[in-house]
């Protein structure tokens, strides 16, 4: 077990750059290893990537593994399992840390039934312990009611780590680190999928998952109409806006919108939460936020638990008051 040491993070590329999650991730490897007394190190595996090792070091890698492969393209079960497979068992890290991005749900499970140790997905909140320096993994359990600390007696401890849950270093060009390059060593005529097509979700204004400021509807908001005002004021915010699962149900909005269980997971500064009761599959997606704000004509409805402020009203008689007040106050 001690041959396994330092912080690894699988950094995911985004059109060209270092994915938003990578960086988070080196953030939080940087801690944690740090708290190790140990390396920090990022494995960027994809085709034309090798400018991107740069960047990983400015957000705190000591180290950064690189695997440049034309058949790395895109990715695919197949040949980015193999490689991080490679790298891991070549550099041996105690920790490795991977998204919970929809390629993290994918690779981490298969690397850890590969690499004969576990995976802890979806984590909020990572530590060392103190006494047995062993990985110390928070995520939310029963739909989000109850959190629970897991840690794990194999290496490499294997964690997937929600997106905003981390908070990235700012970017240090002056930070010094080393870049190797790894070999894919991918035979081609293993490699058994092929992405045919890639559809890009397009998306109006600011994306959900960057927005500072949401503004999410319920039921209560009883219609296509009502979302429009919800939108106004996330147009004065200069936020986006989202919903719970039933008006994405009910085709009042699209299914994009919706945040929770089985929607998006958001971290904004600012949630203002509008005719929703706050149930525990909605705030899934949103207990990571910095404040909520809570408009709810039910004094009791458990929104008001999870918020900061909170007003008990007709949302259609609070929320263009509400509007027009931001607007002033931006305005001044
Ligand atoms: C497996 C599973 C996964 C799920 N995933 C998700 C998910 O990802 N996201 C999600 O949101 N839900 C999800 N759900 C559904 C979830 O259980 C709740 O049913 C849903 O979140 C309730 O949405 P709501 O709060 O908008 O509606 P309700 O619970 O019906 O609440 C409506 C609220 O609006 C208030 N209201 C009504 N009229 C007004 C008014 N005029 N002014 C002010 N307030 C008013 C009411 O007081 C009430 O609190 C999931 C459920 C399951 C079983």
Redesign the pocket.
Known sequence: MAEYRGVMVHAEVAEGKLAAIATELLGCGRKLADDLGEELSAVIAGSGVSGLAREAINFGADKVYVVDDALLQEYRPDTHVAVMEKVVRQVKPGILLIGQTSIGRDLAPRLAFRLETTATLDCIELAIDPGSKRLLRTKPVYGGNARAVFTSEFDPQIATVRAKAMTPLAPDASRKGEVVAIEAGLDPATVRTEVIEKVKQEVEGISLEAAEVVVSG???I?GADGFKQLEELAGVLKGAMGA????CDNGWVPDVR??????KIVAPDLYIA?????????M??CSGCKNIVA????PE?N?FREARFGVV????KVLPAFTEKVRELLAE
Do not use: F
């Open positions: 319920g039921r209560g009883g719970s699962r039933p008006p919706q945040i929770g269980l089985t929607g509008v005719a929703l009761s706050g149930s525990s599959q909605h899934a997606g408009i709810n004509k039910d409805a929104i009203g007709d949302w259609k």
